[in-house]
């Protein structure tokens, strides 16, 4: 294949894949996907394999490909139809993401497919959100398997309905889920005719040469990779559900053609919600790797064949149905990259920054309007990024595996009874150093009407740590503020009532510093 | 002011990076002048420009002194004032880290536009629906005054949450910081719209920008006296200097505006009022759409910065003429974002440059002849672009030529169709290039992107000057309503609306334009619920047309679901009637060759008659540019001077023009590789 097919093969699909992303931010309905841009969208081969996929979210990089595998291996899908996955234990990640994924026929022929995913505001269980700590997957919310959502036909299944049924906010889901179908189709036309403009033949061939050109890339950049066997270890605060101190392993192996991250002697998974399943562990790994490449490889099944994952089954790292894993992907995913980062830090020496907070301090507030409408908030919060040898951490920038955008204040007090009273830098709470670590963030947020509330954080009693002598970030710290000023403080997983008038305030953790 | 149109002379300067470019008209004639750029302060090249013409009455200017400015955050010294609990507004931005920096390592510190020491809270508060909830007292005024005087500042911005649905706080603080001697910039006034991020940055942004352009302006006025001054805004009308002077970030895409003018014009020279706009530079490449309902999006990015100010929709990639090609270490062709620039240049311009450009590529094509001279005087050295693109080691010069060629397009197509995406099933829309490459690739990108006609106007060196005289003077102003539909909410709008223009209006009539003025009013809408907009005509069928433009979009509609109107638009756009131009004298009889180029027949454009027509493959050159019009296209000089272009249809070809062309195409290619 010649050098130019590459790169404009290259362009063509991830130009799809963009236009996918621009096509479900513009039609869907919830704040979490059009303000947040909670979503990612991909193209795939005829076999499954990640072809190109839009930049948006870290931690979908693996769990997206693992979706496709699921829904194949239970559905053989028709032209016209679409299928839908969450269960995280059949290629979903954690219960909110919904991902769709279309077959993409060109006369007949099935070359490929389009997948996207799109963090749900709430997807049932027993909490608004379905984002509180629970015991068990089937408390955190609906589970759908691998189903056929859209029929060759057009029609939308008796899945869909029994989705909405499920979920405290149904005409939302379905403008969103709508907005995710328009997504599939317009990725689904594009790669025809990306197609179409080679041949079949030629279009099978460069699809073969871009796994190989990504996959020859991180091979060009292991090369700055010193060989050897490097360990690192970190620990989650805790489950929420009485497990503190949750150790997380890694023993990482370079040699010239292969990186294996074994996360053997990682905690075994536990009663609490933060167990990652195997697709959110590979997202991490991929994630801290990529980032130490220069020139980064594109993102395809190709780049991704060097790198090999072993997590224990059964553990917090690849966690067995039916634990509960709403932080897994949005908690113990950081954590993860932490100990990869840590220990790619000893076989690239000298590029690695200090911790960042290490957390996305999820958030979720619902309940009812004073006229008994429902309504369900979520949202993550930024904090520090640790300091590193080029410059100083970023403050108040969300760090990893996510890079959730806020709710504008305006539009948040629009769209629901509640008030913002603070939204500022936390002076403080980056670590010093040559470099100083960024700050975290105080976001103060009082409700007009009763509500409940659901808090998954991290970082909270271990604080990010510094670097090369660098102190580390202050840990988050996160409180109750009664109508009457009375104050409770909060365990970094938990959930509670709010009274009207009653404010939860959170301070988010701030970077290590470095040097 | 003078009306009578005889001796009445209009100018346009466009101030470009190194020749700021003159037009004037005069009655019907129309007079053109180059001079260089004077970086330091542009406004010295202007003046010389506008002297050299004779003087005019009127001047239309095409400034990047805003741009500039943002672009290397080189803003004044001024206090930003927000509600409180709210300081840092600016510096939390949306917590996002820039797309670039998703694997980052270590990603930037976005910037905060105004530091934090001179970020002041004051006491108040309102409620979405604009109601107080704490009032904002005199006595907290006072104080919040007092430490804005204490900081020293040139200006103040001043965004309070919720003031779109209440500027009263707003016009307390600022009436307050006024009579203390402080310029306050209101973001009720600038741009009253919900999301407070976007909000406190542009009102920050023109707050800074204000000095700056307060100097700049009040020079310019004095220099060329007495000549009235107006200046390009994003939006792509001009507005009179007292107005853009006070709101300077809304010239922060003041130069492009003038070449999409001058496009708009083109097309409509021909009868045509839609088309894909490109521009490819030396290191980079703009794409817009051009039609006649202006296609306005509500941000324009600048240095990274989101300022909410309606600008033409331009896209801008790293991928222009002296764009680097390169192999990665997996074997794969780049070209760009690394250019040659100017300096050295690609390899061709023989200053030490060695390394391969997409204009070596095109030298080695021979889709610009090898005789060319370079803006009629630099000589250019096909020896070392072929030494060049051997240097890549993906086969001969010729070879690696097409390749990088082919790379480069595939990176511009990606672009147009992002700017293609507004709607479904546009392609067919004619393209347009502006500046001098595009004219190399205009068929090329059209057969990409699915169009059959093109579209290459007069003098495309002096298109934006040009455009700049054929465009009114216009003021867009929006404020937010978000209201649910009801009886209610069209009254509501439809008053806004009236507010809206009567001020647009008495502003245009204070700087003295005499009117008479059209106004369009618009409405952003979207289901309760969602957030993002669709722009409809504010009209008694407006829920109707926004589900309709919905479907066109998004492919679904919903009609049990609730509706609200976001934002109220108005557009007022002077009355304006496009000059009349002499026609440039006319050559007779039929295109005669100059030569070849790599087989290919050369003609020089001026040489060309209207009427004439010419069928690919062939190449017409002119002082400032070229276009290589390739096989299966035929081109027809229009009356008014133009190159049309369109796909050859045969009566074969005629049933599949698709299969055909791309039959065609890859036979060319297989040829060339040969």
Redesign the interface.
Known sequence: M???E???L???L??AA??MG??L???????NI??R?DYSCALFDAKGRLLAQA?HL?VHLGSMPASVAAVLRAIKLKAGECAIVNDPYEGGTHLPDLTVVAPVFAAGTLIGYTANRAHHADIGGASPGSMAPQADLMAEGIVIPPAVLRTSAGALTDTWKFILANTRTP??R??DL??QL?AC?RGATRMVEVRS?VGGAAFLRQCKSLF??????ML?NLKRFRPGVYEADDFLDDDGAGTRDIPIRVTLTVTRQKLVFDFSGSAPQVRGGVNAVLAVTQSAAF?AV????N???PINAGCFECIEVVAPDGSVVNARRPAPVAGGNVETSQRIVDVCLAALAQAVPG???AQSQGTMNNLTIGGAWHDGRPFTYYET??GG?GG?P??????????HMT????T????L???YPL???????REGSGGAGEHAG?EG?IR?VRVLSRAQFALLAERRRRAPAGAAGGTSGAPGVDRVIRKDGSQESLEPKCQGELRQGDAIEIQTPGGGGWG | MKQRANDHAIAAIDVGGTFTDAVLLRGRTLLTCKVPSTPHDPGIAVGEALKRLGGADLLVHGTTVATNALLQNKLGRVAFITTRGFRDVLAIGRQNRAPADLYALEPAQRQALIPAELRFEAAERLAPDGSVEHALTSAEIARVVELVKAAGVQAAGVCLLHSYANPAHEIALGAALEKAGIAAVLSSALAPEFREYERSLVTAANAGLLPILRGYVSRLQQRVAPARVVLMHSAGGWLPAPIAANEPVKLALSGPAGGIAGVRAALAAEGMSDGLAFDVGGTSTDVARVHPQAGLRSVTEIAGLPLRTPSLDIHTIGAGGGSIAWLDAGGALHVGPQSAGADPGPACYGRGGNLPTLTDALLVLGRIPRELKLGGEMPLHADRADAALRSLDIGTAKQAAESVLRVALAGIERALRRVMFERHGISGLPLVPFGGAGGLLVCDLAELVGSETALVPREPGLLCALGMLHTPASRDLSRTLLLRESGKALDAATSVAGELERRATQELSECGLPGPFICHASLDVRYVGQSFELNVPLSRDWQLRFSQEHELQFGFRREAEAVEIVNVRVHVTAKHSPPRIAPAAQTRGSPKMMGTSGGVPVYDRAALAAGATLKGPAIVTELSSCLYLKAGWRMTVTKSGQLLLQVNKSPASATKPRRSRERKRRANSRKKRK
């Not at chain 1, 080029?390 to 760090?399: K, L, P, Q, Y």
């Not at chain 1, 504008?408 to 539009?411: I, K, L, N, R």
Request: net charge negative; aromatic share 4%; glycine share 6%.
């Open positions: 010649n050098a130019a590459l790169s404009i290259h362009h063509a991830v130009g963009e236009e621009e096509a931010k513009r039609a869907a309905f919830s704040p059009k303000e841009q930049a870290p005409r939302e379905d403008g709508k907005a328009s189709d403009r190989a050109h990504s996959r020859a890339l060009a994630y990529l980032c130490l490449c020139p980064r490889p590029v690695v920054p919060i930024a990024c590193g080029a410059s100083a951490g970023a403050s108040a920038t969300h760090s890079n959730t955008l806020n504008p204040v305006e539009a007090e629009h769209a008030r913002v009273e603070e939204y500022s830098i960024g963030v103060r």
